[in-house]
């Protein structure tokens, strides 16, 4: 699970627990200036998630890490797809990052009136 936080001008995601073991990332961050919003959407595990780079995918358990798909990279860490947020960004090493937290409508919120009031 990640915990999503704004800091300053700051999008924050921190991998809990074993996750940056199989995320193999413990923090990320991006100006909000970069992030173009975010949706909760529990269907996002069902699409195709390219190659892996390095991370870790076990169908049905967990998808974690980095993969690349259409030419764009994305970053996964979720276990379960009914508490999945998507974070769409620009002009950074991610296009999107999709992570589970544990309220994906408190964190939607969050990020997306950050970046509105940015």
């Known amino acids: 699970m990640a915990k999503v936080s704004i800091d300053g001008g700051s999008l924050i995601v921190e991998m809990e627990g ?8 413990s923090r990320l961050t991006f100006p909000l200036g970069h992030v173009r919003g975010a949706t909760a959407d529990p269907g ?6 390219g190659f ?3 991370g870790a995918h076990i169908p049905g358990l967990i998808t974690a890490g980095s ?3 259409h030419g764009e990279r994305i970053f ?3 276990r379960d797809a009914g508490k999945a947020v998507v ?11 999709v992570v589970q937290v544990s309220d994906p409508r ?6 997306e009136s950050a970046v509105t009031a940015n």
């Open 18 to 25: 074993l996750d940056k073991l199989w995320a193999l990332k």
């Open 87 to 97: 974070i769409e960004l620009a002009d950074e090493q991610y296009a999107r990052l």
């Open 76 to 78: 996964w860490d979720v």
């Open 44 to 49: 996002i595990i069902k699409e195709r998630k």
């Open 106 to 111: 408190a964190t939607v919120a969050l990020i």
């Open 52 to 54: 892996r780079s390095p």
């Open 67 to 69: 993969y690349r798909v």
